[in-house]
């Protein structure tokens, strides 16, 4: 069968590396918690446990790609495999704060070189296009079903075993993937030799550092100087870079994708679902659990209609994206994003939970037809030989843009959160919901429980409608900008491109 021929075996094995990725961004919610007792973490170190991944990831996504391109993509992609094992064994057994942050450091650059190379080697294994943007849906999926999984399969953990054990889950699923990428996966590279551009190596680690660094700090008050002053040096150490690769004779980048269209419109679009998703993993679980009074397990397991959503939205793209085309499924994709996340904004304090799972599910339908299509969007424009490159930039410039959106929307939660407070504007309770519903429970005070729910539903409720307007603008935008690919035609792939192993 067509299915179990070795290539769709090998992106199965792709799949699983990037399903460990996708649960490793949620798992961690539902367990900083108890990893703040048991390692006796303040908030500084807290933050840290997600801002030292994500730091790591973010700075070294574009030359983990010049890299693969160059010295062999399924060479640098097992090697990234088993140090995201090794790290989440080290996460798994840290002892302190320090040792957590490093080691999830670690686990950051391992996902930094996993995620644009496991989607690189994909032009040369599938060259014939339809069958490219099959292996792109069931790529984009895996990923994406990680993220509603992460705080079940955490919940779960923690409720039968200690923290650690929402790390050392990964450790299997890395064995699995590396045995099945080194039988499976053909080895491939740039068909052309060239010198890896060591200035923008440097120009891109510390220029996407401190843009997204300096964002998470924005996160947490845009009154921050030093945010804002490390914001503007990585925008202007990314100007640099940008400066530099139009001129250098072997550019880290391919300065031609910043004017594709469809790169560049595939890209945006990514970038609008990292909106959504952000907008549906950071509440959602804090509306189960401080709103309708559910435990970490209980929250994951009323995520799984987005579970469902995905899966059913995924599976219509890939028969629409052949019989109606990229025209049709964005904008369809975006319209239902944007009723499920309106029917969100709707939502109040004494809102059943089945509404919420109409609306989740709806918002899960949408992301599944616009995640693959937009994927396939900007892959088509990439050729096989700077894959790696390519594939880089596009998941640098998604992550910038989620990290951006984290501190925007978080700042909208936020305030209007605290303004929502009335007389109880004051800390702890203004820190956020579940600390103002722990200290309404400890004071026996229903009028401030009240009161601190409604203010967070009526936030959340504002946070959904800018998503829901982003949405909205992705609908416009995907009907004016989408054009058909430049040919349906299998890409052709240089005969020094790719060597079959095994």
Known sequence: MKMLSPRWLALGALALAMLTIG??????????????????????????????????????MIPAGALGDRYGRKRFLL?????????????????????????????????????P???????????????????LTIWVTSTAIGLPLGPIVGGWLLRNFWWGSVFLINVPLVIVGLIAVAALVPESR??????????????????????????????????????????AAGVAVLAAFVVWQRRVANP???????????????????????????GLFFTVPQYFQAVLGVDSLGSGLR????????LVGTRAADTLLTRAGLRTVLPLGFAILAVGLGLGALTGVGTGYGYTALWITLIGAGMGLVMPAAMGMAMGELEAQRAGTGSALLQALRQA??????????????????????????????????????????????????????????????MLWVCAGLCLLGVVLAAVFTRSPRSADPQ???AGESVHVG
Request: charged fraction near 10%.
């Open 190 to 231: 740039s068909a052309h030799a060239f010198r890896i551009d060591l200035v923008g190596v440097v120009l891109s680690v510390l220029g996407m550092t401190g843009l997204t660094y300096g964002f998470i700090r924005l996160g947490q008050g845009w009154g921050d100087g030093l945010g804002w002053t490390v914001v």
């Open 23 to 60: 649960l490793d961004t949620t798992v961690l919610t539902v367990a900083l918690p108890t990893m703040a007792v048991d390692l006796h973490a303040n908030t500084a170190a807290l933050q840290w446990f997600t801002a030292a991944y994500t730091l790591a990831l973010a700075a070294l």
């Open 303 to 310: 995520l799984l209609p987005l579970l469902g959503g995905l």
């Open 401 to 462: 843009g989620g990290t951006i959106g984290v501190a925007v929307l978080g700042t909208v939660l936020a305030t209007h959160y605290r303004s929502g407070l009335g007389a109880y504007d004051r800390a702890p309770i203004s820190d956020g919901v579940n600390a103002g519903v722990a200290v309404a429970h400890k004071l026996h005070d229903p009028a401030l429980l009240d009161q601190v729910r409604t203010a967070f539903v009526d936030s959340m409720d504002v």
């Open 492 to 494: 052709p792939v240089d």
């Open 252 to 278: 880290l980048i391919d300065p031609a994708l910043f004017r594709n269209r469809g790169f560049a419109w595939g890209t945006a679009h990514m970038i609008v679902i990292n909106f959504a998703m952000f």
């Open 117 to 135: 190379l496991s989607m690189s080697v994909l032009p040369s294994m599938f060259p014939d296009q339809a069958d490219r943007q099959r292996a």
């Open 79 to 115: 090697a990234a495999l088993a140090l995201f094992g090794v790290a989440s064994a080290a996460c798994a057994l840290a002892t302190t704060s320090a040792e957590l942050i490093a080691a999830r450091a670690v686990l950051g650059v391992g996902a930094a070189v996993m995620m």
